[in-house]
């Protein structure tokens, strides 16, 4: 399926992010070095600050000071900025930048073209006409990319884990000439059957249920009514129709974007459905999905339209049949819609 400007840009995102994960170590911007008993910052070497009280040499006001200003401020500060982001703007970390997520997507496209599923657990298939009208074509022969797409992405995640603990040099050192030590080839070896299991089988379980900075992201942003959160436009619910749920088989969460927000706990906002519901309804009836914030986000949380100038409304299943049906003074009953 072809990409949208917006995913477009999401995509070269995640890329630099993912190559930042992975060189951030090698270029000393950050790093735990087990071997020196301190932190690597920007090339520089950041402890507590505490060895000079150890040694008798600092009162204790000094190193109450060093902790403030070395531990507690960075860790604490960057963990009240991340939460801030999240309490605005939703799980942006997720879908923008976090390294487990994009391969959770890559590896979700692999799986739809093997077995016209994104996941092993989706009991139905997705269907074949794709949101920029193309057709999925399924082949069995798509398991093979996507099994060394586990595996590889697994042993990279694994390596570049070791190296954030160890000396890069001495990781891909040892790595490369074929001498890593009985501590280490463990640890890549465990590191990487972990992944390759968590990446095959439960990647999208990991990021619902397991992961604590998605959790701590989704709290904060369920706390804010006012949050940035995708809203629909309930006023044009007879055009969403015969488009085979285009925005939920879009999402990477395995999400219906056309809820309460409630329901959307765990939504990244990746803007996959946004994308995908544009692509379907072209440009002269785009926007029927779209990001809101403030007053406009009002109606996800309630499920009932704004008093004055309703632009948005989280429909349930029936949001298309139902404003037929309102028009045509009937009832519809809508079936086999996931």
């Known amino acids: 399926m072809a990409r949208t400007d917006l995913q477009q840009r999401r995509a070269w995102v995640q890329a630099g992010f993912f190559a930042l994960f992975v060189l951030a170590p090698v270029l000393d911007i950050l790093r735990i070095d087990l071997t020196r008993g301190h932190a690597v910052l920007l090339g520089m070497d950041w402890t507590l600050g505490i060895d000079e009280f150890v040694a008798g040499r600092a009162g204790v006001g000094a190193a109450l000071g060093n902790l403030l200003w070395r531990g507690f401020l960075p860790l604490f500060g960057g963990a009240g900025l991340l939460l801030w982001v999240a309490w605005r703007y939703g799980r942006l970390y997720c879908g923008w930048l976090c390294p487990h ?138 055009t969403c129709r015969a488009c085979n749920n285009a925005c939920d088989n879009a999402c990477p969460m395995r999400l219906k974007p056309r809820t309460l927000k409630r329901k959307m706990f765990t939504c990244t906002e990746c803007a996959a459905c946004v994308s995908a519901c544009d692509q379907v309804q072209g440009d002269a009836t785009s926007g029927l999905l779209r990001w809101v914030a403030g007053s406009d986000a009002l109606p996800v949380i309630t499920g009932r339209a704004a008093k004055a100038a309703p632009t948005t409304h989280p429909p349930t299943k029936r949001c298309a049949a139902a404003a037929r049906a309102r028009t045509s003074g009937g009832t519809v009953s809508v079936r086999g819609e996931r």
Request: proline share 5%; charged share 15%; net charge positive.
């Open 101 to 238: 997520f994009s391969v959770v997507e890559l590896i979700n496209d692999l799986m739809r073209r093997a077995i016209g599923r994104p996941s092993l657990w989706d009991r139905h298939p997705v269907p074949r006409l794709q949101p920029d009208g193309t057709l999925l074509h399924v082949s069995r022969w798509f398991w093979l990319p996507t099994l060394l797409a586990v595996a590889g992405f697994a042993f990279i995640w694994a390596v570049v884990l070791l190296s954030y603990l160890l000396p890069p040099t001495q990781v891909y050192g040892n790595l490369i000439s074929g001498t890593l030590t009985r501590n280490q080839a463990i640890f890549l070896g465990v590191a990487t059957a972990l992944f390759s299991v968590e990446f095959l089988l439960a990647r999208h379980l990991f990021c619902r249920f397991a992961c604590a900075v998605g959790l701590f992201q989704s709290l904060a942003w369920m706390s804010n009514d006012k949050a940035m959160v995708v809203g629909f436009d309930v006023r044009r619910a007879d």
